[in-house]
């Protein structure tokens, strides 16, 4: 059985850890000054992945777990991302039990680690992102 697999589901593909949050912002600058000078978060990431996609992210002190600051309308996901050990069998099972993925397949990029966005029943954005097992 999975560690932590709920009874009755050995096997099933687990969400290991959150990884991150979406925060919608609508002044990605205000945010950052807000998060890091007023909030004490330390600025991890501030960089155009692609033209007019902004990726900021902050984390506070001591956490493992990151915030993205996006705007709503952000071609990033806004999501909370979870960490899988098997982005396929996520894919595949979350497809059998008919949920809402905004990806038809795995996405696969250099350097990046294979992800995936969907919804959960009530819409709210999701990221399936593969980490390394050990």
Do not use: K
Request: glycine share 8%; hydrophobic share 45%.
């Amino acid at each position: 059985m999975t560690p932590g697999a709920p009874p009755g589901l050995p096997g099933m593909t687990m969400t290991t850890r959150v990884l991150s949050v979406s925060v919608p912002v609508a002044d990605q600058d205000a945010a950052l000054r807000f998060y890091t000078e007023v909030l004490g978060c330390e600025l991890r990431t501030d960089t155009e992945l692609w033209p007019g996609a902004r990726l900021v992210e902050v984390v506070p002190p001591g956490s493992a777990v990151s915030l993205f600051l996006l705007p709503p309308d952000s071609e990033i996901p806004v999501a909370v991302r979870l960490g899988t050990t098997d982005a396929d069998a996520a894919h595949a099972r979350l497809r059998e039990a008919g949920a809402t993925l905004h990806n038809p397949e795995v996405l696969r990029w250099e350097g990046v680690p294979p992800m995936f966005a969907f919804a959960d029943p009530d819409g709210n954005g999701l990221v399936y992102l593969e980490e390394p097992v050990g």
